[in-house]
């Protein structure tokens, strides 16, 4: 049972109190109902004020506890509580949601259970729905719009960064406080099907469910951009985006219904056109939409399009319930993450402290606050009474307020030099600050963390997210601990997504691990039992629905990834093989798996096949020896395979009939292919052998192919190969303890590397490089891994961060599909996660006020670029 948070308090509710406590019915909040004979009085130690609303997962009521705070507590309905699939997503929803930055969201201040029944606490807020606001007044203003827009997005960035989802974004779900637009029921949209104990991804709301959630597919963050869009376009005219049908109703005969963006004003419309893209692959994440936001609005209210004008029935220019109206200010100078990739390096939401004068007047006079806001940080914030989200911040000069969320660092421009010239400065502060900060930090550690934050809060620039790297990614302090194998750890992989990690070991099992969970010793999800001898490569799905292990037992298996709550079960077992399986690889579309066995065989299969005596559709059986890597080219067309007996082969999968034949044969190698991986382009095949060479291939080439180059210099065997995400890189791995990057485009017999990475003192046993192409990872049988920075170059480069803690050598690195965590193995029996997201580190390195950089410090250093303070 929780602890009421801030029960301690003494607080007047609405109307003051009436003797024991309760709120008299006339005084209720605006959206609180009085409670009915069936709604119970008392929840945990809440006592129920009010109703304020119910839905498809339970009702939601008004409630204290003692004299404390009033709070929304959602009751879940008795026939959900009485599904163990659906209190374990309840749970893990929990978890999830408690984790989401506390601006623009009710805050989710803690769960527990009721005569069976868990509820859900979070922070109430007081103030009218879009829904009924819309409603009653009709569409909002513009600048209204604009500051919702802007603010739901931040939210569903705060929501997708904690890995969760919305699933029900409506305009109902988003509440006009007086201190700016908060969105509720965030993440806990999720039911489950009561006759299969599968989650219900239809629950939602059909006008502004995406087409994927709609058809009963898996959803993810790319719907809520969906339905963000909706709620925009119903906020700018009153009308959802393809009206109140369900989605299999408005279908057009062409099969591509268009959404009616008539009245959504420019330049919003292109940007809502893009998050209602019918495929999700194509709508932009929480992080690129509120960049173009942020891009497209700062400077004040947006452009009027003149070929559609106000929007009818139009609140321009009067004040808008929870939304504040207000004249265009003058241009003001953001640094903004907009030129930066997308995904890549984002800034971290932050919220002004309370001001020195809390009174409205305060806050409508510029002059009040000294045009900026001030007041403790997160450090030192208030917490008592209703925290200040997302106000629009004052400019200096006393002309006017600009809308300016949080998001973005206030830097004010100097003369006329206009944004450009401002950003300029303050991305060449933010390099000047970043190379200090890597020459400070040997000898005044505590100073390069200063100067790497101030650096990143500047700007977030490539130099900015290397420092903060090097100077807070600390050895031996990993994000997480993964334990519970009982032998070492043989493969590591990541869920398409990033949520997932799968382990497998020669304990006999295999492992599943939720990546958000954080600390030491976290356990597993799943443990997946029945191989009969040590397992080896694992590898998820390209839609991450499957997971597929090989063993010693000769066997491959694919378990269904959707079925935790039940335990992962095994869906097929794959046999033909006549003796233990080495590797798998997907094929890009899913739709092959192919395997390499000690046989000397490789081994196609269809993985939509279910069973326990599946059997292959092709089989490979040229080479003489174990084939220990098998990948597929990025068109799916080619399988490439390497072997001991020291050939690599490509094989046509456009050509299954004579399987004894490879279209190409790679000869040259004088020992046995350790790894191989295709060029991102797919026009080139690295390979690594025993006889410690790389070499590069043409995969255009048929019969008895030789290499275009051989990289030299080795001095031990060559274990891993890997390109950079542009294939202009290749980086090599030895045995004599040293890793290389080699230039793809030279071409001969002896090519001699760009750089020779240094610091392991044992072997190194494998590399990665980061997919945004920013970090090379490797690790050691020293027990180490080392992060570098990509664009070092000439001989010995030293590492950018040393990653400690394993006890033995380290096998494994992977990176996460966006970049922002990076996976360990070793022979300790443990997995570890290494959270390497720029704005999060950032975010941690705030927590401490020693690592703010003095503004005395700041103005030795940088002279043309007022003080950002780095944690606002």
Known sequence: MVTPPGHERAESGPGGLIPGGSIPPGNLPSRARPLAADDPGQVGPYRLEGLLGRGGMGSVYLGRAGAGPLVAIKVVRADHAANPDFLRMFEQEVRLAQRVARFCTAEVLGSGTDRGRPYLITEFIDGPSLLDQVRRGGPLAPGGLERLALAVA????????????????????????????????????LEVDSASHRPREKAGTPAFMAPEQAGGERVGPSADIFAWGGVIVFAATGRPPFGEDRWDDRIHPNGHPQPDLRGVPAPLRSIVADAL???????????????????????????????????????????????????SPPPTSISSVSSTPPGTWSVAPTRPGPTSDPSPGARSDPSARGGAPTGPGPAGGSRSGRRRRLLPLAVAAGAALAVALTLLVILPGRGGGGEADTRAAAERASRQLAAAALEARDQQPALARQLALAAYRAAPTREAHLSLLAAYLSPGSPTATFTGHEAAIADVAFSPDGKLLATTGTDLTA?????????GDVVALATLRGHSDWLGDVAFSPDGTLLATVSADGTTRLWDTTRRGLGVRSVATLVGHVDGVWDLAFSPDGKLLATGGIDGTVRLWDPARRGDDVTPIATFSGHQKVVGEVAFSPDGKLLATGSADGTARLWDLARLVDTDTPRATLLGHRGGVNELAFSPDGKLLATASQDATARLWETSGQGDVEAVTTFTGHEGWAGDVAFSPDGRLLATTSGDGTARLWDTARRGPDVTPLASLTGHTDQVNDVAFSPDGLLLATSGGDGTAYLWDTAGRGGNVVPLATLTGHEGRIDDVLF??????????????????????????????????????????????VSDVPYPEPCP
């Not at 929501?159 to 700016?180: F, K, Q, Y």
């Not at 019918?278 to 003149?306: C, I, K, N």
Request: hydrophobic content about 35%; charged content about 25%; overall charge positive.
């Open 511 to 519: 492992r599943l691990w939720d990546t958000t969970r954080r600390g």
């Open 154 to 189: 931040h939210a569903l960035r705060a929501i997708h960064r904690a890995g969760t989802t919305h699933r029900d974004l409506t305009p109902a779900n988003v509440l006009l406080s007086g201190e700016g637009p908060v969105v509720i029921d965030f993440g806990l949209a």
């Open 277 to 327: 893209r019918l495929d999700p692959r194509r709508r932009p994440t929480a992080v690129q939409l509120s960049a173009r936001l942020e891009d497209a609005l700062q400077g004040g209210r947006a452009r009027q399009d003149p070929t559609t004008g106000p929007p009818s029935g139009s609140l321009a220019g009067q004040p808008v319930a929870g939304l504040v109206t207000m004249p």
């Open 816 to 861: 996460s599909r966006d970049s922002t965590l990076l996976a360990t193995t070793g022979a300790d029996q443990t997995a570890r996660l290494w959270d390497i997201s720029p704005a999060r580190v950032a975010d941690h390195a705030c927590a401490d006020p020693a690592n703010r950089l003095p503004t005395t410090e700041w103005s030795r250093r």
